[in-house]
């Protein structure tokens, strides 16, 4: 079966056929050099996985690499779209809660923080990101290209403002080491969540990763979170 199925391609209606070959090699590169790596990648199973001609990758992307630097910049872009809203959001009142006391600046930075949370660990065990920890992982590994496109792209913005937001809640710098470093371990414990997840289910007995599982986890991390920051557990309903 190959990616470029009628219902793919319907949602395409009104796009040229250049672009639309050009999405579904992304798409097929994106399960590829997930499963396999970079190196181990085979073009060949890429075009055949997409429904075209190998050439056409050349013709698109200039070559593999060009490829998959085009995943990344895909991955990035689905990043932002995802995040975007919530980032914008902050970044617009983050400069209105400075003339605010401290006990609402914390209120404002957690809610700020649990909102980013919760909106991630859904996106990264949301079907269509299925393949981007393996790509990730390998780059924080070994970065090349796309690391940076990452790291100056949304992964970068999204440590820039859960940076600032720890910075509000301790009542430092936020370009002290402490603040960067607690946002990296923040983020770590929600990656985790996809990375290991073989160990997951088989610790916690669970057949899934669902809906109730992902609650569990969220208000977990939620009071890690605010463990980390030296702030009191809220009871939550």
């Excluded at 929600?190 to 088989?202: D, E, P």
Aim: glycine share 6%; aromatic share 8%.
């Amino acid at each position: 079966m190959t990616v470029t199925s009628p219902k793919y391609l319907n949602k395409n209606c009104g796009r040229s056929r250049g672009e639309i070959t050009r999405d579904v090699l992304i798409e097929a590169a994106l399960e590829i050099f997930g499963r396999d790596g970079f190196d181990a990648a085979s073009t060949r199973e890429i075009a055949e996985l997409a429904g075209t001609n190998q050439a056409l990758i050349n013709y698109h992307f200039k070559g593999k690499q060009g490829l998959y630097l085009a995943v990344f910049e895909h991955i990035a872009e689905q990043m932002r779209q995802g995040l975007g809203a919530i980032i914008q959001e902050i970044s617009q009142h983050i400069d209105d809660v400075s003339n605010l006391d401290q006990d609402q600046k914390t209120e404002f930075a957690l809610t700020a923080l649990e909102s980013i949370t919760s909106r991630l660990i859904h996106m990264m065990n949301s079907r269509l990101t299925r393949h981007w920890s393996n790509m990730i992982l390998r780059e924080q590994q070994h970065p090349t290209a796309a690391f940076d496109i990452m790291y100056n792209g949304p992964m970068g913005k999204l440590f820039e403002i859960t940076t600032r937001l720890i910075a509000m809640i301790k009542q430092i710098d936020p370009d002290t080491e402490e603040a960067r470093l607690m946002s990296i371990l923040i983020f770590g414990q929600i990656h985790i969540l996809k990375v290991a997840r073989a160990t997951l289910l088989a610790r916690m007995q669970w057949q899934e990763f669902g809906e109730k599982e992902m609650a569990f986890a969220e208000q977990m991390i939620f009071n890690n979170i605010r463990a980390l920051l030296g702030v009191e557990t809220a009871t939550r309903t």
